[in-house]
């Protein structure tokens, strides 16, 4: 690397700082560079004192800049053809991703200096395109250029080589030199499509005749390929082998992880198989790091729920409940939560199944059947750890239960996930899974609930006056003039749907003094709702009804997640 001449400090001196490299190390690298006049990087390199990845991590530091592996990286082919393979080889750079919608072209490097390089880049993108720079070792880049370009990485293109070769069994697990076997390059391409289009899953589902690819983007199963089932055991081998998977096993159920460097940034994918008549079918959910932790402030809760939150997470001890069906983003809203309040006075314990982000300062721990440890016992080990605030995954049974409340009542702050329709149907839940009313009341501090809806594409979106029905779903919120809804288009942009992206919608249940009150004489369901309406609480119905009328969703999305029937 030839970054050392524009560092504020020499490079030996950090090295040294950071107790990489000895004063005697740097003596002998100096002396060879006034012999050989290179790069000091390149020489400690070469001179085997530092290996590259220690190297660029160093660098990386001490310039303030993201550095990136590139051995677990998947190059986008849209990026690869903005930059030909000589200006690529030339300037020690590796085009990993271009987004379209954004104009944006990220690129590893091996000095983040280089203005030459970097005009030279400039002159062969589309005007007005950004340029992200990522840092990697001159050699692992130079092995990535040879590795990537001269190779086709579309999917169509990879198809074709397919069906006019023949595979190679024995190079799809192997590590020299897989690039060149097309399945390999085909599984890269699929993963690196689904992260572009921000997909939460990725489904390879075999029928009698052939093997049909959907991804789940913003919600909804989506097909995207149908493929001719001979290639399907060659690329279930080659998922198996990038996730720590057992090759031969094909008659039982099997998990495993994939993490991968897609778009320039870290996505680990969590790959589940499970044996049909067909073959196996594997589905891959997509961990997206940089989604997963979104600030408080960034997840679209109107003001008043943002400030009902926020004097809930302030309670010093008991429990809250974020409950919805599968997929609705409550993890994500737990991790929002366990970021705001992370801090080095707190200590934060989880326990989960498994860890899907992690985060620092955060002691995280997966739920294990080999380990024998389940949400109790782990709730039991935790509370020996002296925590201040404890994330149980879900509460499934009454002894999780009652470990979460316990833990709530010995002066902990408890987050956790139930499965329940609404807010106030968690607490019939809980007496159903054999939680106390006593126990309850006085210890939950609050209930969440909460659906994910599709958000109208920005670009395309059509305005239209409401309708009478419409107006009479709307009731008091559309009092004065005819108000103006937003229904679906379709561009390209969202690749003709008409929505892009998804928000979350929200009814939030502070648990006050009448509520407990409530709870401990075990009243219904129907009473707790008439006092928590009397205190101001908003329905699931209100809050989507309030992104109607602002234009975020349509009212046919939100009739899709919410039952509307009792506003008709």
């Not at 400090?9 to 060879?32: K, V």
């Not at 989960?352 to 997966?366: H, K, N």
């Not at 919608?505 to 709702?529: C, K, N, Q």
Request: glycine content about 8%.
């Amino acid at each position: 690397m030839s970054t050392s001449t524009l560092l504020h400090r020499p490079l030996g001196q950090i090295l040294i700082a950071e107790g990489i490299l000895s004063e005697d190390q740097l003596r002998i690298a100096l002396l060879e560079q006034m012999k050989l006049n290179q790069p000091l990087g390149k020489l400690l390199i070469s001179l085997g004192f530092v290996s590259e990845a220690t190297l660029r991590q160093a660098l990386s530091e001490s310039l303030g800049k993201q550095s990136i592996d590139l051995k677990h990286a998947v190059i986008d082919p849209q990026a690869l053809k903005l930059v030909p393979r000589e200006v690529a080889k030339r300037y020690h750079l590796l085009p990993l991703d271009y987004n379209l919608a954004n104009q944006r072209l990220t690129l590893a490097i091996s000095d983040i200096n280089d203005i030459v390089g970097l005009d030279r880049i400039r002159t062969l993108l589309p005007e007005g395109t950004e340029i992200e720079t990522l840092l990697a070792g001159e050699s692992e880049i130079d092995r990535a250029i040879d590795q990537y370009y001269g190779h086709e990485l579309s999917i169509d293109g990879i198809l074709h080589e397919i069906e006019t070769g023949e595979i190679d069994w024995k190079s799809l697990s192997a590590t020299d030199d897989e690039y060149s076997q097309p399945v390999v390059r085909l599984i890269d391409s699929i993963l690196t499509d689904a992260v572009k289009r921000e997909a939460s899953d990725i489904h390879f589902e075999p029928e009698a005749n052939f093997l049909r690819i959907r991804y789940r983007i913003d919600g909804m199963l989506r097909q995207i390929r149908a493929l001719h089932k001979s290639y399907w055991p060659a690329m279930t081998v080659r998922i198996k082998v990038l996730a720590g998977m057992n090759i031969a096993e094909m008659r039982a159920p099997q998990d495993g992880r994939i993490g991968l460097s897609v778009s320039g940034r870290a996505v680990d994918f969590r790959v589940a198989s499970q044996p049909t008549i067909h073959g196996e079918n594997i589905v891959l959910r997509i961990l997206d790091r940089q989604k997963g932790i979104v600030p408080l402030d960034g997840l679209g809760l109107s003001e008043e729920h943002l400030y009902q939150l926020k004097l809930m997470i302030a309670r010093p001890e008991g429990i809250i409940l974020v409950t919805g069906p599968t997929g609705s983003g409550k993890t994500t809203t737990l991790y929002s939560v366990l970021n705001h309040i992370n801090a080095e006075g707190i200590h934060i314990m989880t326990l989960e199944d498994p860890v899907e982000y992690p985060m620092a300062m955060v002691r995280q721990t997966s739920v294990s059947e080999t380990a024998k440890l389940d949400f109790a016992n782990g709730i039991r080990s935790m509370m020996r750890q002296d925590p201040d605030v404890i994330l149980v995954g879900e509460v499934r049974d009454a002894e999780t239960a009652e470990m979460a409340f316990r833990a709530a009542m010995t002066g902990h702050q408890v987050y956790t996930t139930l499965h329940t329709n609404s807010a106030i149907g968690a607490v019939p839940r809980l007496l159903d899974i054999g939680v106390l009313p006593d126990v309850m009341a006085g210890n939950i501090i609050g209930i969440v609930a909460q659906r994910l809806i599709r958000r109208l594409c920005e670009h395309c979106k059509s305005p239209y006056h409401a309708e009478p029905h419409e107006i009479h779903l709307l009731g008091s919120l559309a009092e004065g003039p005819r108000p103006v809804l937003f229904r679906p288009t379709g561009c390209e942009i969202c690749d003709f749907r008409g929505y892009r992206g998804r928000i979350a919608i929200m009814e939030l249940l502070r648990v006050d003094a009448g509520i407990d009150e409530l709870i401990a004489r075990r009243a219904t369901t129907h009473e707790i709702r008439s006092r928590a309406l009397m205190q101001g609480f908003q329905t699931l119905a209100d809050d989507g009804l309030r992104r109607v009328l602002n234009g975020t969703t349509s009212l046919e999305e939100l009739a899709r997640v919410v039952d509307l029937t009792d506003r008709m």
